[in-house]
Nanobody, 115 residues
C-alpha cells in the first residue's frame, strides 16, 4: 500500500520560510517522479514543483527563485524549501508520486502566509 505523509506546514509571516517534507512508503521511490501541488480555496489544484528520478526539476513560474524541490532517495523523502513566502502562497500543499500511469497523493498540509 502506497502512503505519502506530508509534514512541515504551518503559519508564517510574509517573507518567511517553511520546509515541507513528504515521506513515501510502499513504492520504489528511486524511480518515481515526485511533485508538490497546491490548492487554494476556490482554485484548482496546481503544480508547484516536480523532481524526476534523475533529479531534473520543474517549477511553476510563480515560485521560481523562491522554492526549491529536492529528494533524498535513501530516506524515501521529498522536500520543498519555500523562501520569501507571500500571502498568495497560502494553500493546502499536496505531495504526489507518479510512475507511468500510476499517481498517488498525500493528505495535504496547510500553509498559511500572513501579510
Amino acid at each position: 500500500q502506497v502512503q505519502l505523509v506530508e509534514s512541515g506546514g504551518g503559519l508564517v509571516q510574509a517573507g518567511g520560510s517553511l520546509r515541507l517534507s513528504c515521506a513515501a512508503s510502499g513504492i520504489i521511490f528511486g524511480i518515481v517522479t515526485m511533485a508538490w501541488y497546491r490548492q487554494a480555496p476556490g482554485n484548482q489544484r496546481e503544480l508547484v514543483a516536480s523532481i524526476a528520478s534523475g533529479a531534473s526539476t520543474n517549477y511553476a513560474e510563480s515560485v521560481k527563485g523562491r522554492f526549491t524541490i529536492s529528494r533524498d532517495n535513501a530516506k524515501n523523502t521529498v522536500y520543498l524549501q519555500m523562501n520569501s513566502l507571500k500571502p498568495e502562497d497560502t494553500a493546502v500543499y499536496y505531495c504526489n508520486a507518479k510512475y507511468v500511469i500510476e499517481s498517488y497523493w498525500g493528505q495535504g498540509t496547510q500553509v498559511t502566509v500572513s501579510s
